[in-house]
Every structure is written in structure tokens, then in C-alpha cells.
């Protein structure tokens, strides 16, 4: 990944650990809010992404290619597969347990990605430090163990359930997610 030095974990960053209570081995993680572009169920053009944490630390998800996502003729749109490797790096904090938000997203296209193909995405922290979460994913074309398609590092930060709440109704997430500790 050609990562810049915002997206860099500092030296004093730290991994994190799971958490009790957190998502288990194998457990998948649903939508954080029905109307999400990017994993909501209700979202009537989104990409629906569901994903699973294998291990507790990381998190793998597919996205199937379809015609509504083409640049070119026959080939995904580069803005559609950021989207893509957004979402799942997003699908991390439901390992950190506290709401985090994009501030920063870097991408590599390595190859064009044909409609129809199954990107497999996988996505996991390189460290923390304050309210930062240095995060970082690859998408794989047809299996886990494809080539690498895309690259992404991205920079999230914490945020307070008042971030949500400004220009949205932060309840509908919350009401979504009884199970989901929230710090109004
Ligand atoms: C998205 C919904 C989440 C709902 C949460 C609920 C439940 C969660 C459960 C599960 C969640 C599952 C999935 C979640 C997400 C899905 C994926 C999609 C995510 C998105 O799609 S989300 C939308 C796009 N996203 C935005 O809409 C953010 C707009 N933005 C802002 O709202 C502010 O910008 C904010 C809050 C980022 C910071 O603002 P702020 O005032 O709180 O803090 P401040 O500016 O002081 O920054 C503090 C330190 O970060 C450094 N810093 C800040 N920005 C930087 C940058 N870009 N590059 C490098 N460093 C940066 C500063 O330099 C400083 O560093 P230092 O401390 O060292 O000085």
C-alpha cells in the first residue's frame, strides 16, 4: 500500500485487543444503520454488504460487481470500490465498540475489476492512538487468496453520538442497536 504519513500509525500507537463482550470468532456484523449506502438493508440501490470477523481482530466481506456499479463499459467504477473498501474497514468499529468516522481514505487501483466478479475484502487495524484508528484493507479479485485489486488506508476518528445526532436522527441508529453501547 503507498500509504501517506496521516494514514501511518505514529510509534506510540497500539494495537487493539478484543473486547469483552465485543463480536466473537466467526460472528457476522450486520448493518450500523438501515439507510447505510453501503451495508443498509432498506437502501434500495446500496451495496448491502454484510461481513463476518474470522478471528476477532479482523473483518472479510464480498462485494459482487454488478452493471449499476460501472465506470467503463465492463469495469467497476474506482468510486464505487472506495465505497466498497470504506465500508468494510467501517465494519471494524463494531470490534472498537465506540462510533468512529472516516476522516481520511486512500486508495490504490492495482487492476481493473470486471463486472461480475467477486471482490473478496479484507480489512484490520494497524494501531490506535487517542481517538485515531489507523486502518487498512486489500480486495481481491475471486477468491481470498486472488490478486490484489485494491488497496486502501484509511485514517477514522472517534466520535460522540452527538456527531450523528447534528443533521440526522442519531436515535434511529441507536434504536437500531440495543445491544450497542452508546455515550450520548
Ligand atoms: C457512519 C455511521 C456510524 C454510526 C455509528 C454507530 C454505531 C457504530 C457501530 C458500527 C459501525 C459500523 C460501521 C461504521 C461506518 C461505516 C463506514 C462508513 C464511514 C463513513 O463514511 S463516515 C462519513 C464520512 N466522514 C465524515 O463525514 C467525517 C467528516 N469530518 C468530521 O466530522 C470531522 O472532521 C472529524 C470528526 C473527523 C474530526 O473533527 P473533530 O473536530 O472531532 O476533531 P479534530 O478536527 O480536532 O481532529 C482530531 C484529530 O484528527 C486529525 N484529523 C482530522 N481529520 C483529519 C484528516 N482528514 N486527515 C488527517 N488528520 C485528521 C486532526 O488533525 C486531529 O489531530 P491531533 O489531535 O493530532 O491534532
Redesign the pocket.
Same mark, same amino acid.
Request: hydrophobic content about 45%; aromatic content about 16%; overall charge positive.
Given at each position: 500500500m503507498t500509504r501517506s504519513a +496521516?494514514?501511518t500509525p505514529p510509534p506510540d500507537a497500539v494495537l487493539p485487543r478484543p473486547l469483552p463482550g465485543g463480536p466473537a470468532p466467526g460472528a457476522t +456484523?450486520g448493518s !450500523? /444503520?438501515s439507510g447505510?449506502f453501503?451495508?443498509g438493508e432498506d437502501h434500495p440501490t446500496g451495496l448491502r454488504l454484510t461481513a463476518v470477523t474470522p478471528d476477532g481482530v479482523t473483518v472479510v466481506a464480498t462485494f459482487t460487481v454488478g452493471t449499476a456499479h460501472q465506470g467503463a463499459p465492463g469495469l467497476a467504477h474506482g468510486g464505487v470500490l472506495a465505497t466498497a473498501m470504506?465500508?468494510v474497514?467501517?465494519? +471494524?468499529?463494531?470490534l472498537f465498540? &465506540?462510533? /468512529?468516522?472516516?476522516?481520511?481514505l486512500e486508495t490504490d487501483y492495482l487492476a481493473p475489476v470486471p463486472v461480475g466478479t467477486v471482490l473478496h475484502m479484507r480489512a484490520w487495524c494497524n494501531g490506535m492512538s487517542? &481517538?485515531?484508528a489507523y486502518l487498512e484493507a486489500e480486495g481481491r479479485i475471486g477468491s481470498p487468496d486472488g490478486p490484489v485489486a485494491v488497496r486502501a488506508a484509511a +485514517? *477514522?476518528?472517534e466520535?460522540g453520538?452527538e !456527531? *450523528?445526532a447534528e443533521h440526522g436522527d442519531a436515535q434511529a441508529?441507536i434504536d437500531e !442497536?440495543h445491544e /450497542?453501547e452508546?455515550n450520548p
Open positions: +496521516l494514514t +456484523l !450500523h /444503520y447505510c453501503g451495508c470504506d465500508e474497514i467501517g465494519m +471494524l468499529v463494531w465498540q &465506540r462510533p /468512529y468516522v472516516t476522516a481520511r487517542g &481517538r485515531k +485514517l *477514522f476518528i466520535v453520538m !456527531h *450523528f441508529i !442497536h /450497542y452508546v
